[in-house]
DNA sequence: GTGATTGCAAATCTTTTGCACTAAA
DNA sequence: TTTAGTGCAAAAGATTTGCAATCAC
């Protein structure tokens, strides 16, 4: 990968993977792979997203926040989790790994994955339906918060 | 609207359920409850049975097929299963079991549950964060290019 | 009758798209 | 320049909701 600008240090990871995939590295797609990158793992929703960079100064519009995670997820940068019709939850943890889903909150957590001590593992799955492809297996724990809620 | 035969047997299982629920049996939640539990396990989107209802000469309203599958999930009869942003399935067969997932075709096909042989087996499951209650795990195993048609 | 249920259309919510404008290269 | 990328607003789905008409009990 081609030397980068002292200035462009921190968007190293965004920048490397966005020239490989021939994506300009504009301002927005920049900043809001500042957002996502640094600091931990994390799981958004565009709207999430959209919010935090307007909280953060950064002018981007909703639209551009859906194309530039769907970019961000053709580029192998972040994965799509699907834990209830209607929202889409993007993570920035690409290792093998699942997740505790908490219901009332809306909300994904990262399970640690394979290789981490308590790990969890899938034994038993079936052959795959012939003429399909293991494309990949998602674990999803729905958890709920003892709080009172009805 | 013409009026149904209170000695139907097909309805038996509808019709029990519902009462207990303290739910009318009416004639659209007959017809949908007939058209989702007779003839074997059924993985069904709202607009997929409100379709099917119509080609079945039953005239119910999109609207009132979506309060009907809410209320079975309600009742207990059906189980909600989230496999991508957008859409909504309704799986017919409560047992513990899981699932594939044809992502090329949008289908949903079961995995036999715990106790058949070859049936998944999820180990290593974390404890549950504090506050929180195990709900359900869900395992989704997306495959693609099968040519299969269910 | 009385209250639950339905249907329709309008309203929401999330996501996508068309297109003129702006900015990388 | 040249072409990709952005923003806005409108469009497109999927689902929910308000309310008058209708049905079950």
Known sequence: MPPLNPHERPYAHTLTALR???LRPTRQRLALGRLLFEGGNRHVTAEALHGEAAQTGVKVSLATV??????FTDAGLLRQVAVDG????????LDDHHHFY???EARLED???IGAAGAIE???LPDVPQGARLERV???V???????EA
Chains 1, 2 share one sequence.
């Open 20 to 22: 490989e995939k021939g």
């Open 66 to 71: 859906y194309n530039t995670l769907h970019q």
């Open 86 to 93: 209607g929202r889409t939850y993007f993570d920035t943890n």
């Open 102 to 104: 908490h219901v009332d």
């Open 111 to 113: 399970i640690p994955g």
């Open 122 to 124: 899938v034994h038993g």
């Open 138 to 140: 998602d674990v999803i």
């Open 142 to 148: 729905r958890v709920r918060g003892s709080k009172a």
